[in-house]
């Protein structure tokens, strides 16, 4: 099994910034692609962002594309979600999650296998 954790949520103010982390541990060797997901309070969860590992190659949801950068350091085993330019729309709890078969849609959250308990970030007008 994999375990995520994410860390870096919080509030800012409209146009602020913040960088969220996602910690990795047991079975990682197995991951192939991370993402990032994002569930506003009375609506469904949705992709925001994704990385595969072996090539760095990235997806974003057309929401982010141009104010979200998803990183990644292999060593570390952790994945990073850069938020710019962030909206109080960008509310939500902020999930990452991880895929050990490749082969299969980034943006679709069935196709993730783990999934970290998540963390709150919150955009004030």
């Known amino acids: 099994q994999v375990q995520l954790a994410e860390s870096g949520g919080g509030l800012v103010q409209a146009g602020g910034s913040l960088r969220l982390s996602c910690a990795a541990s047991g079975r990682t060797f197995s991951s192939v692609a991370m993402g990032w997901f994002r569930q506003a309070p009375g609506k469904e969860r949705e992709f925001v962002a994704a990385?595969?590992?072996?090539?760095?190659?990235?997806w974003y949801s057309d929401s982010v594309r141009g104010r979200f950068t998803i990183s990644g350091d292999n060593g570390k085993n952790t994945v990073y979600l850069q938020m710019s330019s962030l909206e109080p729309e960008d509310t939500a709890v902020y999930y990452c999650?991880?895929?050990?078969?490749?082969?299969?849609?980034?943006?679709?959250?069935?196709?993730?296998?783990?999934w970290g308990q998540g963390t709150q970030v919150t955009v004030s007008s």
């Open positions: 999650a991880t895929q050990t078969r490749g082969g299969r849609p980034l943006q679709s959250s069935l196709s993730y296998d783990y």
């Open positions: 990385i595969i590992w072996l090539t760095g190659l990235t």
